[in-house]
Structures are given as C-alpha cells and as structure tokens.
C-alpha cells in the first residue's frame, strides 16, 4: 500500500518494475532492472512489484511501470525459434521509460534486461562492482525497440584455472550481461580436484603438495552455490566430461598409482599391461568388453539420475594422447566406433529409466576420427561437440577455402599426428558433422593459453571473431570457450568480442573494440586500443609455426617494445586517477600489465641474444612482480596459468 501510496501522491520520479511471476529468473530480472535503473536516474533501489499489487491500478498510474514477463503472458509473438527453452529470443519496447520487457523463457527475459540497459550505455567489462559503466540520463528519456533472436544457440564458458568462491559467482552473473546462455562446469565432483584455489604456493605453478586452505565439505558447499547461482540465473548448466573411464571403478582422476586385476582386467591394454596411464583421467578402457561398457553406462545413468540440475551431461572419454586398447579385440575398431557402441547403450537405458538427459558427445583428439561402422540411433538425444585442441590461432576457420581442405589422414593406433592447420581440423570437423547433421558447436581454446602467446590481445581477439563469423558454413550452432576465468587483465577483449559476436555476427569487429576500450578507460580509449594493437605486433609469438622461430634480429623488436612501453607511461598516469571507478582500475591494471611486458620483453631479447642466465633472471623478476601483486589482479589474471605458460615456452 505504500508503494502504490507514493506513486498516487506523485511523490515518485522513478519507474516501477512489474513482473508477471514467481519465477525466480524473472523475478531476478527485475530486480536487476531495478538496481541499475535507479543507478541511471539517480533515484536509489525500489523492490519490484509483483503483478498481484498492481491488479486495481487505474490505467494512468499504469504509465509509471515497465512490465516483465514471457511472450505468452505479454502477448508477444516469436519470430520462431526451434526449441523454446534452449534457445533465446528478445523482445523490448520502451518509450519514454516505461513499457515491456520480454522473452520467450526466463532467461531471455533476463538477457533482455541486459540487452536494453546495453542499448542505453551501460558496459560490462569485466566481473564485479568495478568492472561496471552505468551512465546517468533521465530516465523518461529511454527510448529503447528491439525484437531480435541471438545469432548462435551454445554461447557457453567451461569454467578453468585457479579460482576461489567470489571469482566463480562475480564470473556467473557477468556471463548473460555480455550475452553467454551457458556455463560449463567440466569433471564430476569437481570440488574435489582443483575446481577452487585450495593451495597457497609462492613457486611458479603453485604445488599440489602444499596444505589445503579449506576442508573439502566447504568447497562442496560453495560449489553447490555456484550451481544454485547458475539455475537462479535461468542459465544452462553443462556438466561432467572427463571422468567417466576412471570413476565408475573407483578411479580417481588424480590416481597414479596401482590398481588390482579386478579392475585391471578393463583397462585398455599399452604395451603388453593393463595399468593407470599417467593418471585415472588419462586412463582409456578396453572397450570391445561388454562388461566394461557396462559398468560405465550404468554409473552413467546413475549419474544424470543424481544430477537433475545438469541440462547437457557431457560423456567423453579419457583425456591424453596414445592411451587406447591395443588387445586383440580392439586393436581393429576405431575408438569413435567403441564410443558411438557405448553411447547407444546409454541411450537405451537412460530411455528405460525415463530420463529424458541430453548428452553432449566430443570430436576430440583420436575420437576426431568419425566412426565407420556404428551408427546413433537415437539422435534427438545427442549433441556434437568439436574440440581442435591442437589446432593453430595463428588463422580463423573463416580463411579455410573449400578447395584446400586435405583428405583425412589413416588413423594409427597410439602413433597419431594430430591436426595443427586451420584446413586439416576443418577437414575432420566437415566429416563428423556429414555424419551427424543435428545440434553441435565448437568448443575451443582460445583462452586457455592461447591468449599468453599474444599480450596485446588483437590478434586472439580477431581470430575468435572470425571463427564466430565461420559457424554457420560448418553447420555449427555456436561455442563453448574452455578457457581459464580470469582472462580480464588488462584487456578482456577477446571474451568481450566472443561475447558480442555470438549474439550478433553481424556485428563488425572494430564497432566491438571500439566499445569496449572507451568503456574500459574512458577519454583515452582510443590511444589504449593503439597501445595494444601495436604490443601485438611487438610481442606476439606464433609457436604454431616451427619456421617461425625467434632469431637474434628479433632483439631490436623487444628493444624497440620495451622503449614503445615506456613512452605510453605518462599516458597511464594521466589516467590514472580518474574519479570513475572502472576507468580507474582499467589503468591501475595496466600500469601493472605495462610492468610485466617489460619484464617479458627483457627475457625474450636475452633469450635471443643466447643470454641465457640474464634470461633466468628476467623470468625469475617477472614472476616475483606477478606474485607480489596477486591481490591487486585477484579475479581478472591468473597468475599461475601465466607463469606456468611463460615457462613452458622459455624453458
């Protein structure tokens, strides 16, 4: 009564958010909608009202609200969509600061929020508080109309690399404000094995040796509420992976040690033994016995019947390279036919256990050599996902010409090459989806370490779009980025285009950085969007191409980064303090990134000038530098990823 009370005596200058239902996604919606509008107009957060409050309005009071619900409650038509909870479709018509927001499920309405307050000026740029633009306009000046399906279905993160509870859940409810439907929680119990940052190690790469922080059962807990956060959200939820070769024998994926005949008997024979190959996540099965497929498909099964949050279960096989059967009775069939065999399996008794679980199987490593013989049977259960884990970033799939796609090599048994070019991943790519022409995406690396190679972003950040921009030839319904989180520092470019583009393809890539490095660092984008593109050409390190090895004429180009660098210092202190708070911590988090280029820059000249003791000097200041300022990067740059990336390709 008091709301309506202040709106009856005028005393109100904001607007009210009316929403049509107790679904805690729409519901979350408007209060997002509320918290950022009353930020806009300079008028404080007012909790939104149900539509039981509003039921005896007069149709004047009426004008004050902006309405939120699905189509059919609001009276919208969609344009057509295949399958309406899966995929999204929008639809805002704001005039003067008042009208509907909606969608065809909960999450588009939540998606349309955020698209709208986009279209207004506000930016997202990274996760958390300080990684927000909200501009302040009148709000009886918004003006907003749009109706738009987003270009791709899968716009997903597969969430890796060191992480603690607060970088999870700031990463959750950032993902649908730059557009991402999807999260991906890869392995089972995933709390258990590194999913959090449960080790303090001051040496490069951290030390699985060292005490655990928190007990296990804490991390579950936080766990179960990121997963919580996720449905809250209306997100999709991807779950599992790798695992399911090692646990339903009581395996754990970390295992390296023995293992008795019992269970032996169904690992994959190498070299003459039965045994753990690296670890029990590495470890293939023998999968010409029945009795190990079973085994597998009936923990399987019991597993989506304990994991009903899970909307995409991903059931692969073991992890690692030169780890199948080589007994007599598997030593003929290709591994994807032995999986496609399982895979049916599973269909037939998740089908008879009334469970109605999507599974997501993957082209990866020698599985990208598709079956020859098995056939899926029921294919309205399954979804294809393509992972070139090998592949380049040097080129896009958006180069691959028709004409120079190569035939498929002969699959050899433990001593396969895998597929580096842009055309050979093509050519296996093409092949599985002739034989599966249904739902699939890509789920690709570019963050994962990809990213290290180029430190000025542009280069990883134009391959992500124009692979984007490739989709629709191959057939393919978008992308899962396995990528580590904290990819944010200093230019989260990349994500920001992956984000952008796979709700628009449309979109040009420069329209994209141009938005994102004016919300990033304000009047000066510009200039920071040059510093980065020429710190790619000055430091970028193709370690795809062989002939493309660092000589010592190379020491001038390093030389010539470190001077470039400093020069663009008094363009960071001049920035430095400014009164906005995003644009502030954009230049405080490049001050510190221009620190650590220079220390990389001086270990790469050393290293081509074949100084190689100053070069170990150089890395051992640049990851003393990144260590000591871990707390100034917490949540947008993993520090351990970084330093044991930089290692490997020094060392």
């Not at 958010?17 to 408007?30: G, V």
Request: glycine share 6%; proline share 3%; net charge negative.
């Amino acid at each position: 009564k008091g709301e309506l009370i202040m709106i009856n005596n005028n005393c109100f200058r904001g607007r009210f958010i009316y929403y049509t239902s107790d679904n805690k996604t729409i519901k979350y919606a408007a209060q997002e909608l509320a918290k950022y509008l009353g930020r806009i107009g300079g008028y404080g957060y007012y909790e939104p009202i149900k539509d039981s409050c509003c039921n005896n309005m007069r149709n004047s009071d009426m004008e004050h609200f902006i309405r939120l619900g699905l189509f059919e409650e609001l009276g919208i038509r969609s344009v057509g969509v295949e399958d309406a909870s899966l995929d999204d479709e929008i639809h805002i018509d704001i005039s003067e600061g008042c009208g509907i927001i909606s969608g065809i499920n909960p999450r588009s309405v939540l998606l349309a929020v955020y698209r709208m307050l986009s279209e207004i000026g506000c930016r997202w740029i990274r996760p958390g508080f300080d990684g927000e633009l909200i501009p302040e306009v009148p709000l009886e000046s918004i003006n907003v109309y749009i109706h738009e399906k987003p270009s791709y279905r899968h716009r997903g993160i597969d969430f890796g690399g060191a992480k603690n509870r607060e970088d999870v859940i700031e990463f959750i409810r950032w993902a649908p404000k730059l557009g991402f439907n999807s999260i991906f929680f890869e392995g089972i119990n995933q709390w258990k094995r590194f999913f959090y940052r449960n080790r303090f190690s001051q040496n490069l790469g951290g030390s699985r040796t060292n005490p655990e922080l928190f007990p296990e059962s804490l991390l579950k807990i936080h766990f179960e509420e990121a997963v919580e956060e996720i449905k809250k959200l209306g997100l999709l939820y991807h779950g599992a992976g790798h695992g399911f070769t090692c646990l339903p024998f009581g395996i754990e994926p970390t295992y390296k040690g023995e293992v008795n005949d019992a269970i032996s008997q169904h690992l994959a024979l190498i070299d003459g033994k039965r045994e753990i190959h690296h670890n029990g996540a590495d470890t293939n099965l023998c999968m010409s016995n029945p009795e190990t497929r079973e085994i597998v498909t009936d923990y399987i099964v019991n597993y989506a019947r304990m994991h009903p949050e899970i909307d995409f279960l991903h059931v692969w096989l073991a992890d690692g390279i030169r780890n199948h059967c080589e007994c007599e009775n598997c030593k003929d069939t290709l591994p994807s036919d032995f999986y496609i065999k399982m895979l049916n399996e599973l269909d037939e008794k998740l089908t008879k256990n009334n469970l109605d679980t999507r599974v997501v199987f993957i082209s990866y490593i020698d599985l990208i050599w598709k079956p020859q013989k098995e056939k899926i049977k029921n294919e309205k259960r399954f979804i294809l996902t393509h992972a070139p884990f090998y592949r380049t970033y040097n080129k896009s799939f958006n180069d691959v010409i028709q004409e120079h796609i190569p035939d498929i090599p002969p699959f050899f048994r433990n001593k396969n090459e895998y597929p580096v070019s842009i055309e050979q991943n093509a050519s296996f790519i093409l092949s599985w989806q002739k034989y599966f022409n249904r739902d699939s995406f890509m789920f690709d690396y570019h963050f994962w370490r990809a990213q290290y190679t180029d430190p000025g972003h542009f280069r990883i950040a134009k391959t992500i779009y124009n692979d984007i921009k490739s989709f629709k030839k191959f057939g393919l319904n978008g992308n899962m980025s396995c990528q580590v989180i904290k990819n944010f520092m200093t230019a989260g470019l990349g994500i920001y285009v992956m984000g952008k583009a796979l709700w628009n393809e449309n979109l040009e890539f420069e329209d994209i950085v141009k938005e994102y490095f004016d919300a990033a660092y304000g009047l000066d984008g510009e200039k920071c969007a040059e510093y980065f593109r020429n710190i790619t050409k000055l430091l970028y390190f193709n370690i795809w191409n062989k002939k493309d090895n660092l000589q010592k004429k190379d020491a001038k180009r390093f030389e010539d980064a470190i001077t470039y660098i400093e020069s663009f210092r008094e363009v960071i202190e001049n920035n430095i303090y400014t009164k906005n708070m995003c644009h502030a911590t954009s230049w405080k988090q490049l001050s510190i990134y221009s620190d650590i280029l220079t220390l990389l820059a001086l270990a790469w000249e050393s290293k081509v000038l074949g100084n190689i003791q100053r070069m170990k000097s150089g890395l051992r200041f640049l990851e003393l530098y990144v260590r000591e300022h871990d707390d100034d990067l917490s949540g947008v740059f993993d520090d351990d990823a970084y330093l044991s990336w930089i290692k490997s390709i020094f060392c």
